[in-house]
Each structure stands twice: as C-alpha cells, then as structure tokens.
C-alpha cells in the first residue's frame, strides 16, 4: 500500500522513537540479565532513561534478580504501543491477540539483532582498542554482556590459529534461531493481525 508522504514520515517517527526506547529497554534487561557493572556511564544512562517507567511497574510486579518481570512488561508495552500507533497511522486497529503476538514478535526480533550487533561490535572494539592498550568503559560493558554466550561456545570450540571462533559461531547460532524461529514467529502474528484476531 502507498502512503502519502505526511503518513510515511509519521511511520518513520514512530518506528524510530519506540525503537529507540525498546532498544535502551531491552539492554536494561540484557545488562540485570548479565550482571553488567551498574557504574558503567552507559549502564547509568540506559538506568535513568528506564527507571520512570520501570518504578510503577515494580510496584504492581516481584522483582527477580536477573529477569525482572518489570522489564519484559516494559519492553512488551513499549512494541504494543508502537503496533497500535503504527496500525493507527496505516489506518486500522488490530485485536490485542494479534496486537500482542506482534509486540513480543517484535521484542524477540530486537533481542536476536540487539546480540548480533553487540557480538559484532565487541569483535571490533577489541581489535581497535586492543591496538592502543589500556582500560575502556565502553569494551568492559561489551565485554560483560557478551561473555555469558561466548564461555561455554569457548568450552566446546577452543580457539584455533590464534583465533577466537566463538563470536563466529555465536553469530551463526543468533540467526538462525532469528530464521528459524523469530521470522515464522512474525509471520504467524502477522496472519493473527489480518484476520483481526
């Protein structure tokens, strides 16, 4: 369907503020998944960006200490909010089946993306930053959300050639739980949205 250009910029504002906001969301929940040092200057950005939503809903939710059930809701309010703005601006109304099967579709498809760019940067960081030698905030806090999924790949696939391949094989695995799992996922929420479920 072609929108007019007023319509294409309101999707495009849509998707990029509620994008932003999930991804800072979802690497609050990522960074208390992981244990990543909470005096990180990206750590206590990511905290006080979230805490004026996380706090209500804490209050409503038990807090866990490594999945706190306040984060997912967040991260899964923040995509339904964006499935019913961007459906609005499309010019229909989904049901909240099809609504939230498309909202935690989303915040899935972010998850798998949200790890490949991390794995991705990290492997890069460390080259560039490991040339100039020294401490760096930013290669601790990647280094920290990373290492989780990296160790036990480094167990079974020991580095080879003076070559770390648990990035590699960590990448390959991230995408194909996204092709296998994530995409028939979104196609699935998508068939529930059109039938108006």
């Given at each position: 369907m072609i929108y007019s250009p007023l319509t294409q910029a309101g999707l495009f504002l849509v998707q990029t503020a509620f994008g932003l906001y999930g991804a800072v969301a979802l690497l609050r929940l990522l960074f208390q998944a992981m244990d990543v040092d909470f005096r990180n200057p990206l750590s206590q950005f990511v905290y006080k960006a979230t805490q004026p939503l996380v706090a209500p809903l804490?209050?409503?939710?038990?807090?866990?200490?490594?999945?706190e059930p306040a984060l997912v809701v967040l991260l899964l309010l923040v995509h339904l909010l964006e499935v019913y703005a961007l459906s609005a601006l499309r010019g229909y109304l989904p049901g909240i089946i099809g609504a939230l099967l498309m909202a935690t579709a989303q915040a899935l498809s972010l998850l798998t993306l949200t790890l490949s760019a991390v794995l991705i940067v990290r492997a890069i960081a460390s080259?560039?930053?490991?040339?100039?030698?020294?401490?760096?905030?930013?290669?601790?806090?990647?280094?920290?959300?990373?290492?989780?999924?990296?160790?036990?790949?480094?167990?079974?696939?020991?580095?080879?050639?003076?070559?770390?391949w648990s990035v590699l094989v960590a990448l390959?695995?991230?995408?194909?739980?996204?092709?296998l799992l994530v995409q028939p996922f979104i196609m699935l929420a998508a068939r529930a949205m059109v039938q108006g479920l």
């Open positions: 804490r209050r409503l939710l038990p807090w866990r200490p490594r999945v080259w560039v930053i490991a040339a100039g030698g020294g401490y760096n905030p930013v290669l601790r806090l990647l280094e920290q959300l990373t290492e989780p999924l990296l160790a036990p790949l480094r167990r079974l696939i020991p580095p080879a050639g003076g070559i770390d390959v695995a991230i995408q194909l739980v996204n092709i």
